[in-house]
């Protein structure tokens, strides 16, 4: 009898230390179970921000011209990209543009302006301003009445017969600051107005000087 439940004792404790095994080892692999569970949604988890990551980056690249990323993982570079345009001539830009080529502005090449020197204001040869000339244009045309003029050592202007011409620049303008120019002792001027040439000779002498020549009648 006591044998007896020697044995049952010892049926009895290996069913509840098995039953007690197998619960134990079922909640470790149902907690092992679970946390690989886990670890795939985390998994995928991350590879759906990486396929968002992807497309976004590719959505860029289409909108903007941007170069599509090989890896989005990757530090991001930032891409210099330098247009070159290569000027073309006036003369085959013309040719595309009469081919039916369209328009682009931004290619056209506009010649600098030439530097061209400035040219002088061409003198007053009509109406009331008398004006410098040539001795060879003295007494050339027709119509004109010559007449001649002496210049004084003492700034006197006169005519041959000794009257002083006091409105100097209606008859001959700025004529007097202009010898040398042609000849240096003789200026030349043409009055259009009064359809006059003028012979303008320098004289060394004064004009009281030049007066004790002249007839005491005149």
């Known amino acids: 009898m006591g044998k007896l439940n020697t044995v049952i004792a010892f049926f009895t404790g290996a069913t509840v230390g098995g039953a007690a095994v197998w619960y134990i080892t079922k909640e470790r692999y149902a907690q092992l179970a679970e946390e690989e569970i886990n670890s795939v949604k985390e998994a995928y988890s991350h590879r759906g921000e990486k396929k968002e990551k992807a497309d976004a980056a590719l959505r860029r690249y289409q909108g903007e011209g941007e170069k599509e990323p090989t890896d989005v993982n990757e530090p991001k570079t930032p891409v210099v990209t330098t247009k070159v345009t ?126 004790k020549t002249l007839p005491t009648n005149i």
């Not at 004109?144 to 017969?161: H, K, M, Q, R």
Request: charged content about 35%; hydrophobic content about 35%.
């Open 86 to 211: 290569e000027k073309e001539s006036i003369s085959e830009y013309a040719k595309r543009v009469q081919n039916g080529a369209p328009m682009e502005y931004s290619k056209t090449v506009v010649p600098p302006k030439a530097m061209e020197p400035e040219k002088p204001a061409p003198p007053v040869t009509s109406g009331d301003v008398p004006y410098v000339i040539s001795p060879e244009e003295f007494d050339e045309l027709e119509g004109y009445t010559p007449i001649s003029l002496t210049y004084f050592a003492d700034g006197v202007l006169a005519d041959e017969n000794g009257v002083i011409v006091d409105d100097v620049e209606e008859i001959i303008g700025d004529a007097l600051e202009h010898f040398g120019e042609y000849e240096e002792d003789a200026v030349f001027a043409r009055n259009d107005a009064k359809r006059c040439d003028y012979e303008i000779l320098k004289d060394e002498r004064t004009y009281a000087e030049f007066r």
